[in-house]
């Protein structure tokens, strides 16, 4: 077993994951790009984020994503719910983790093996400050938005395993053959 | 009668893209938002032209759904997955347990309609 301590988080991860939220944004007509990663400013606006869970052959963890509500209610793929915009803003703000986290996989592809998904849970405050756990890997990314900061954390943990697989069951290798249907796709059997 | 079309996500969100898109093409709308609701949905609407549902669900999800589905018999509402899944184990899963489609999030308003109408038919 891989302690957990030695669990990097491969380059092509890294490179996959920031332009999983690239392409989210980019889809919604946004422009975002990378920068180098900060923490949410001590004044800075009203902030809410949503985290999934996942589990893969021999690696568990989540996925973060944090931004401005202000910022998250403008993608809104609907018309605001002037009743419930609160839980109308959290339910979408879900949707976002869940699509990046999908994009993700789907860039993965073959090579990253299995995952399992959790329901994703949301959370709000002003300057949220993302922390990695003692002996956790983690990839924190920073970007810009319509001049908003946004931030997505990856935190994982390698998981015991008999097979001795690599915790993240990828290398940095060329993608396998096998054909990853992608967003906005529609395939009819 | 206007043909119902039933949408199986736990996104809210989600619920209400689809359904905007429908109710303006003429379509209704029957909304559930897990895997055990919308077998429900399904059972109970076996007049239904379509259900589009979901992968990634709390409780039931959309390939556990579709599979116990398929274990009784399958009925009469045809179904296609929308999700942010795309791999292909996932979709020959579903396609052996009956499903007859597979749909990638975020959708494009026009592909969804142009998909609900060849499988459902004008609303
Ligand atoms: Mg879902």
Excluded at chain 1, 46 to 55: D, I, N, Q, T
Aim: charge should be negative; glycine fraction near 10%.
């Amino acid at each position: 077993m891989s302690s957990a301590m030695e669990l990097q988080v491969p380059r092509s991860v890294t490179e996959h994951l920031s332009g999983a939220v690239v392409a989210f944004f980019a889809s919604h007509g946004v422009t975002c790009e990378p920068v180098a990663h900060e923490d949410g400013a001590e004044d800075g606006p009203s902030e809410l984020g949503a985290m999934v869970g996942f589990r893969g052959k021999a690696i568990r963890g989540g996925l973060a994503f944090v931004a401005p509500k202000e910022l998250i209610a403008s993608l809104l793929p609907v018309p605001p719910d002037g009743a419930r915009p609160e839980n109308q803003l959290r339910d979408w703000t879900a949707e976002i983790v869940n699509q990046i986290f999908g994009r993700l996989k789907n860039k993965l592809g073959a090579r990253a093996g299995r995952f399992q998904i959790g329901a994703p849970v949301c959370f709000s405050g002003r300057s949220i400050r993302l922390a990695f756990l003692p002996g956790a890997a983690g990839l924190p990314l920073a970007f810009v938005a319509n001049g908003n900061l946004v931030r997505v954390h990856l935190d994982c943990v390698s998981v015991e395993t008999e097979c001795g697989a690599h915790p993240w069951a990828i290398t940095d290798a060329p993608p396998a053959a096998a054909r990853i249907v992608a967003e906005g796709d529609v395939l009819l059997f | 009668m206007a043909k119902q079309i039933i949408i199986i996500d736990d996104s809210q969100t989600v619920r209400q893209e689809v359904r905007l898109v429908l109710v303006k093409a003429g379509y209704e709308i029957i909304e559930a938002e897990d895997g055990l609701e919308g077998a429900e949905a399904i059972r109970e609407n076996q007049g239904a032209s379509l259900a589009i549902c979901d992968v990634n669900m709390p409780g039931l999800g959309g390939l556990e759904m579709l599979e116990s589905l398929h274990a009784d018999g399958g009925g009469a509402v045809p179904v296609i997955m929308l999700t942010t899944e795309g791999r292909p184990d996932l979709i020959a899963r579903a396609r052996a347990n009956g499903a007859k489609g597979w749909m990638v999030k975020p959708f494009k308003p026009q592909m969804l309609l142009a998909t609900v109408a060849k499988i459902a038919g004008a609303p």
